[in-house]
């Protein structure tokens, strides 16, 4: 079992930047990563993830403005969010894979967070 906090979540203009962390309770060496949303009366989906070797996916959605990120002596995750919009107004997870593969299944996924909150307004 592993324990997952993320933090870095709260409210932020249209158009801004936030930094979400994810820091585990104990060394997951060759695990993969995952951030995954869950907007408002919506279904969990995925955002971002990075396999043990370091290779990078994302969702069409956010492509190009946010970038995921690791940081094994930490024992943390980072997702960097630039160009902020309404639609990405969500719960935000971050979740490990024990095999690496980290891929955008939600049942690749062995151990979850409890959820950041990220609001995008005006």
């Known amino acids: 079992q592993v324990q997952l906090v993320e933090s870095g979540g709260g409210l932020v203009q249209i158009g801004g930047s936030l930094r979400l962390s994810c820091n585990a309770s104990r060394n997951l060496y060759f695990y993969g990563w995952g951030w995954f949303r869950q907007p408002p009366g919506e279904e969990r989906e995925f955002v971002a993830s990075?396999?043990?070797?370091?290779?990078?996916s994302y969702a069409d959605s956010v492509k190009g403005r946010f970038a995921i990120s690791r940081d094994d002596a930490e024992r943390t995750l980072y997702l960097e969010m630039n160009s902020l919009n309404p639609e990405d107004t969500a719960t935000y997870y971050c979740?490990?894979?024990?095999?690496?593969?980290?891929?955008?299944?939600?049942?690749?996924?062995?151990?979850w967070g409890q959820g950041t909150q990220v609001t995008v307004s005006a």
């Open positions: 979740a490990v894979d024990r095999r690496g593969v980290a891929d955008g299944s939600v049942g690749t996924y062995d151990f």
């Open positions: 990075i396999d043990r070797r370091g290779k990078t």
